[in-house]
């Protein structure tokens, strides 16, 4: 186990035989040199005592919502900024389903509502509830979310049964808590970079042409990124999307302006190019709006190919450089010739035509395309989801 010194855990106990795994798990963070908090649901005290809890972790249990007390404080929210990661063990089908539709009728599910940190959850229950459609679908829903899900495991249950359902060992959890600070800790020394949304090429001060872009996947990707410790600068063309905190937000217009942001803030160790830059802009601009006519001409020129231009530059290119290739047809074909021709590392490529993964929609489903000539297909999943599964590689390829 890594040193945890400074890290502030927030344990969350739900009810179930297995809370009682949780006092051991109290135990390896605080021998780590953790700070570790807790919250016991109404049930986990049928289960665990406060003052066990107490004893081991050293810090007051939390455990109702509408305390006079501890609600003078905000508890719902202090909490929640507090924490440098919140782990739910266990976590009961009860708790996600109340989690999955974004429920909150006590401390637990409050906080974990009004937190923007990592969260684990190791759920614990009967395997037939396990298996269940409805638990199947919120977890899946949970992932969506961006939740990280550890266990169950397969075993001996406390009702006697044998199946999946049972809490992962503490000494596993610890070990998935190991990981995502090593990982943070060790991507904290890179730098990424992405660009995302559409550009705009204007034929006049209030007209201009543009693209169908949202932004969403690029805005995840750099979300996540940040979230696993990357020193990350997200340029943005113009999109509904509010602005993200925690990495350097710059706002353009224009693919001119989109590629002088991206020199201005290379080096970078991966740069991942989701923006549909618009491949043409107006030769023939006018300075002045243009009157109504019955019709009139357009000039147009080609745009600079930013991934083109980045991924060929002598001293700034990036170690990794991933483009991002949205097809209506041929997607295979298209996609290597474009990996080929851009001189990338990898080509990210989806299929626009189905609107159900469309610019617009919150899913994507996509197929990663490699240097070395291999290529995986990623089953349909949201685009918070791809973005883990991208960064994920990228962790893994930088480290």
Not at 309 to 337: D, M, Q
Request: include cysteine.
């Amino acid at each position: 186990m890594i040193n945890l010194l400074n890290k502030k855990i927030l344990l969350i106990i739900c009810g179930g035989i297995s809370a009682y795994k949780s006092l051991e798990i109290i135990r390896g963070l605080r021998k780590n040199n953790a700070q570790v908090k807790t919250i016991l649901t109404k049930s986990a005290k049928e289960f665990v005592t406060p003052l066990s809890i107490t004893s081991l972790s050293q810090e007051k249990v939390y455990d109702d919502l509408f305390s006079v007390e501890n609600e003078s404080e905000m508890d719902h929210i202090s909490l929640s900024r507090w924490a440098d990661l919140i782990l739910v063990a266990p976590i009961t089908a009860n708790t996600i389903s109340k989690l999955s539709s974004g429920s909150s009728d006590d401390l637990a599910s409050t906080v974990i509502l009004a937190s923007d940190k990592e969260i684990y959850l190791a759920p614990a229950m009967n395997v037939r509830m396990w298996e269940h459609p409805s638990t199947k679908r919120n977890v899946n829903k949970l992932l969506n979310y961006g939740y990280k899900i550890i266990g169950p495991e397969i075993g001996d249950m406390a009702c006697g049964e044998f199946g999946k359902g049972k809490m992962s060992e503490p000494n596993e959890i610890l070990k998935q808590i190991e990981v995502h600070f090593k990982n943070t800790k060790n991507n904290n020394k890179l730098k990424a970079l992405v660009t995302a949304g559409p550009t705009r090429e204007f034929i006049d001060p209030v007209r201009f042409i543009s693209n169908r872009s949202s932004g969403k996947q690029g805005y995840e990707i750099a979300k996540s990124l940040r979230d696993n410790g990357f020193e990350t600068t997200l340029i943005s063309g113009q999109t509904d999307l509010d602005p993200l905190s925690g990495l350097n937000f710059i706002k353009v217009e224009t693919a001119q302006e989109m590629f002088d942001e991206t020199l201005k803030n290379l080096p970078a160790d991966v740069a991942v190019f989701t923006a549909a830059v618009a491949d043409y802009k107006i030769t023939n601009y006018e300075n002045t709006k243009i009157k109504k006519k019955e019709k009139f001409n357009l000039t147009l020129e080609k745009n600079i190919d930013i991934l083109d231009k980045i991924s060929k530059h002598n001293s700034l290119r990036p170690k990794l450089t991933i483009g991002f290739a949205a097809e209506t047809n041929n997607l295979v074909e298209n996609s290597i010739k474009k990996l080929e021709e851009k001189n990338c590392d990898w080509i990210i490529a989806n299929d626009i035509s189905d609107n159900s993964i469309g610019f617009d929609s919150d899913d994507n489903q996509i197929s990663i395309f490699y240097k070395d000539k291999k290529n995986e297909n990623l089953k349909k999943m949201s685009k918070s989801l791809v973005a883990s599964e991208i960064v994920n590689r990228v962790i893994e390829k930088l480290n």
